[in-house]
């Protein structure tokens, strides 16, 4: 640990502000957080309802690709929190089919043969039309998606030929679970990136759950971490205006009219709230700060619903084309402290959480119009055992504006966590790194602003 005596002030309590925080503390910062919210994680933030039931912002299945997370959560002492799944990704339709890309514990790229031979939906040729599609990638590696980023998915499959039930029935609930984002919007370099990690490192695909709710298993010990080596947290605190003079942040002005200052600042905030933030002088300064207008958050909605009866046995995440449900879980399978209901156990029946994509036109629909279509969709996929199932309880969040919208071209404008102000950094999930804006893509975010504070710190 260094003692800096130097001080830190973090705005945003989100996954990346409280990786930060903790890098931070254990550098020997002096650490102030503050929250807008009443309680902390972001989009990865769960609580308690008035039943007692955890309600989450969204599911979050743990990518075995993101290893920074897993060092991170060692080093709090939760990693045995994540329960991994079988390394196999299932696809459910409409009418009750189904069809499982299965990978082989081999190395790359073996271990993906039998998802392309042997995934019992689409045909060989349409299979082998697909893997030619992906010679560049397996020539030019990661240098390939970024020389794509200037067309949507849609027509890159378009110019790769590889056919419409591909794109339809396979990526498009693969964009909408990425980024919530159908296949006509996302920039192609996101999906091809994705599988240029799966096709590269074997293990990159499998999925984890944690044991029960983020807020336990994550967020509450992130927090607890720094806060028991002396980082202040102040939840309820929304940061209104960062105060910019003489070429530097000279203090951030809250909500309730306070000005708080430190040494440096973290902004660890959503895109959009952080351009609420920044004066319209810096913006019009300096086109770094310029351009992050041109970063948009995509919607996107998250629907429980508890059923009298199990639906499906199915204990890893899955996937489906059709309808309004692109990815979701029974997470009465997949995590354990989850088997309940208003404090009473929900053993041997179905408790579903969906991810409800695209929302731009399910935003203004009301609570119960929303359930009805997901209820509908999840009925249609399991028409057997569902047959006169019951909803014993329902919930809903709605996420106006959630990650940021990968669409092409918007690469360029995506922040280092450095900028030109000397005692002013960024993070969070829009920001450059390796893995998007994911539980992954925040952690690295964070590591790398905390690496540059330090850099600053010491080169006084
Ligand atoms: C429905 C859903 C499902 C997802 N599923 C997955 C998944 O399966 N796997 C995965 O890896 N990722 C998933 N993600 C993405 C992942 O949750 C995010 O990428 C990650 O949590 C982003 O963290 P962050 O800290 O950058 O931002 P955030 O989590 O948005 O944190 C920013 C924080 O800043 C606070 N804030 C905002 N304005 C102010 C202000 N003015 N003053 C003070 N505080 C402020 C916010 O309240 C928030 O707590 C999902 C996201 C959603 C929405």
Known sequence: MQGNNKSVLILGGGLAGLTAAKRLTDRGFSVTLLEKRSIYGGKVSSWKDEEGDWIESGTHCFFGAYDVLYDLMREIDVYQSVLWKNHRLTYTLAGGKSFTFNTWELPSPLHLVPAIVNNRYFTFREMLSFSKSLIPLALKKDKYPPSQDHLTFSAWAKQHKFGDRLLEKMFRPMALALKFAPPEEISAKIILDVTEAFYRIPGASCMGFLKGAPQQYLVGPLQEYSRARGARFFPGAA???????GGEVTGVRLAN???????????AL????????????????????GNLDKLKGVPVISVQIWYDRQITPEDNVLFSPDGVIPVYADLANTTPDYKVLRGKPHI?????EFCVAPAKELMSLSKEEIIDRVDRNIRSCYPDSSGGAKILKSTLVKIP???????????????????PVSNLFLAGGYTQQLYYDSMGGAVMS????SEEISRAAEAI
Do not use: I, W
Request: hydrophobic share 35%.
């Open 401 to 419: 504006s959630s990650v940021y919208a990968p669409l092409p071209n918007m690469e360029q404008y995506r922040p280092t966590q450095r900028t």
């Open 270 to 289: 959503p895109v959009h709230n952080l351009n609420r933030v920044l004066p319209v002088s810096l913006k019009q300064e300096q086109t770094f700060f």
């Open 348 to 352: 041997g029946k179905s408790r579903f």
């Open 239 to 245: 940061a209104e205006m960062l105060l910019y003079e």
């Open 257 to 267: 009219g306070d000005v708080l200052s430190a040494d440096y600042y973290l902004c």
């Open 446 to 449: 964070a590591n790398l602003a």
